[in-house]
Each structure stands twice: as structure tokens, then as C-alpha cells.
């Protein structure tokens, strides 16, 4: 079922992130809105950023286009977690 | 094709994910043949034209190509096998299966054919916008985060569904292997698909 109130978005966001990229839940649920993602984890490759955001689309039940995705989206856990919960509340 | 396990008994014909899928599923798909020849079940793993050990470079071929292959590669193993096989369909292989003449239809997690483009797509707008380049999507050969997919193979893809009413279906986890960053394997997925399969399978012989 898609998430679409606040905790559950953000719960969200970080099981997508920890399933996707193999982070441990532990260190992921540690993140803040200033822990850099895109440049401060390893391996955020095309195919792997497009991952993360078909996953992040099946799950909230959302649509991201592409015009959306910028290197910023991706710059933090906040920019990210801010991003799908606009999203999800439409 | 990667043919494992014994000759008499059920034979099945696995249809693998398509494109990236299948390096993720590959563990996956092996680790399932080898239970399943375990059951006493064959299984057939082809590559389709293009992909694989196939000689066939995918910048030529069209998704029509892939139905062919479906249907050659149901025949094949129908005359190998003495009657048509069953058919079980991981992913994009869900669009491919009703070409095989399988006598019946099992599925995991069947993908749409547009959703799977609109993926490949979005990978290769990512790599576009890092790099500075562009693929436009008028172009007969589009590289597709490594894929060159031509213009009849996309349009076939984009409208590609899978046919209503398998026999069976099993439905995907969040988080599953295709969505991760690197390949990877899941061996109590791959015993719990057999053991589905094999349930299946009875049912279909009971018939």
C-alpha cells in the first residue's frame, strides 16, 4: 500500500534507501537532513539512482519525471525525503 | 539454453527478466534450476536473441524477434521433450510467455513493457545528464544504459503487456533483487519459487 502520511513517507525513503543500496537500516535510520547522499555513498551509478527512484515510485505511489531529477535531488537525505513527500501528498 | 535436470519428468521453460534484470536475477534463476532438477523437474533457461551467449547483435532485432524466439524456443523443447512444456515467467519474461505454446503459465512478478522502458530510459537520462550528452529518442538506435534497443524493439516493448489470467502468480517483495544496486543472490527466494512451481506443477498434472 502507498505511503502517504509523514512518518510513513520517511520511513519509507529509508527502507528504499537501505534495501537498494545494501546500507545497513541501523546506520540508515541515523541519517539526518544533512547526511549528504549522491557523491558520499559509494557506487550511486545511473542505473542504481534509477533504481531508487522506480523503487521510491512503486512504494508512494508516485510518479517522478525525468525533468525532475536533478543532481540536487539527491544531495541529501532531507533534499530527497522533502522531494517525495511533496510528491506523495498530492 | 541451459538445460538442467532430469529428462523424464515435468520439463519447464524459464523465461528470464529482460535487459538489466536478468544480471540481477541470474543467481537467482540458477539456484532455482538446480532445485528444481532436485524435484525431479527439467528446466530449459534460453537466451534470447541478442542477450546472453546469443550471436545476435540487439541493435537489429525487433520485439518481434523475441515472440519468434518464443515460439522457436517452445517448439524446440516440445520435440525434445515429447509434449509442449510448462512455462514458468520471471519479470519482462511475463511478456513473452503466451508465444511459447506452453500447455500452462506461471509467473513472478510480471513487469509491463512500457514500465521497463520507461526505466531504461530514465538510466540513460541520468548518465546523459552527467556526462553532458544526449540520446534522442528519435534516433533508430537508442543505447539504453548499455542496451541498444532499435525503434521497432521499443515500440513492441512500450506496448507490451503481459496476457491476463496465468495459471499462477507470484507476486514480488518490496526492495527485490532487480532494484538493487549491485547483483546479488537470494537462495531462500529461489527455494520458495521451486517449492510454488512444484506445487504448481502437480496441480497441472492433476488435471
Known sequence: ?90 | MLVRGPEDGPQVVLLPPLFEEMNFTRALLAELGRCLARQGVGSWLPDLPGTGESRHPLPELGWQDWLDAARAIGDAVAARAGGNPLVCAFRGGALLDHALGARARWRYAPADGAALLRHLVRAQRIADRESGTDTPASATVMDLAGYGLSAPMRAGLEGAKPTPDPDREFAAAAGALWRRAEPGRDDALAHLLASDICDWIETCVAR
Do not use: H, Y
Open chain 1, 1 to 90: 500500500m502507498a505511503a502517504t502520511d509523514t512518518d510513513g513517507i520517511e520511513a519509507t525513503v529509508r527502507a528504499v534507501l537501505a534495501d537498494v543500496l545494501a546500507i545497513d537500516p541501523a546506520r540508515v535510520a541515523r541519517f539526518t537532513d544533512e547526511t549528504p547522499l549522491f557523491g558520499a555513498l559509494p557506487e550511486l551509478d545511473s542505473m542504481t539512482v534509477a533504481g531508487l527512484l522506480t523503487e521510491l515510485e512503486d512504494r508512494l505511489g508516485i510518479r517522478i519525471e525525468d525533468d525532475e531529477v536533478s543532481g540536487d535531488l539527491l544531495s541529501t537525505f532531507g533534499t530527497l525525503l522533502r522531494f517525495a513527500e511533496g510528491k506523495a501528498a498530492r
